[in-house]
């Protein structure tokens, strides 16, 4: 409990970059959530691509930046996020540090879920799973060179 007898809530960064971002598929999950917008940010590292898994993206490591959304959250949301993106199974939750330049201080580390190639790729049927080259396809702009 914290003064005064409330609970005091510890905040987070999530990270999005693709159906949870606004106008996208499945931005009334982020809503529903409470999911406060922050701004739109990129991956501070050029390490990261996007892939194409047909629905829905995953981030992998790669040779890119990375944009997309960032938003503050509810550190115990995170347990109904991970729920909604299939950790440990599809995705897993990491920590990268983020570009927000609408911030004061533009830097900050945040939540992601990166994909978890070792499940869904089986040996030759990589056939509807490809890079994003096109920076305009499906979901929008994801990452820059």
């Not at 990129?42 to 629905?55: A, P, Q, R």
Request: hydrophobic share 35%; charged share 25%; glycine share 10%.
């Amino acid at each position: 409990m914290g003064q005064g007898g409330l609970l005091m809530m510890v905040k987070t960064n999530l990270f999005i970059y693709g159906s949870l971002k606004q106008g996208e598929s499945n931005y009334c999950v982020m809503q529903d959530l409470d999911g406060k917008y922050l701004g739109p940010a990129h991956t501070k590292e050029k390490k990261w691509s996007v892939i194409d898994l047909g629905c829905y993206p995953g981030l992998v490591p790669g040779d890119f930046y990375v944009d997309g959304e960032l938003f503050e959250i509810e550190n115990h949301i995170l347990e109904e996020f991970d729920i909604f993106e299939s950790v440990p199974v599809l995705y897993k939750r990491i920590e990268i540090p983020i570009i927000c330049e609408v911030l004061l201080s533009h830097e900050r580390i945040a939540f992601t879920y990166q994909y978890n190639a070792l499940f869904t790729l089986r040996k030759g049927d990589d056939s509807k799973v490809r890079m994003i080259d096109d920076v305009t396809q499906s979901w929008g702009r994801y990452g820059t060179q």
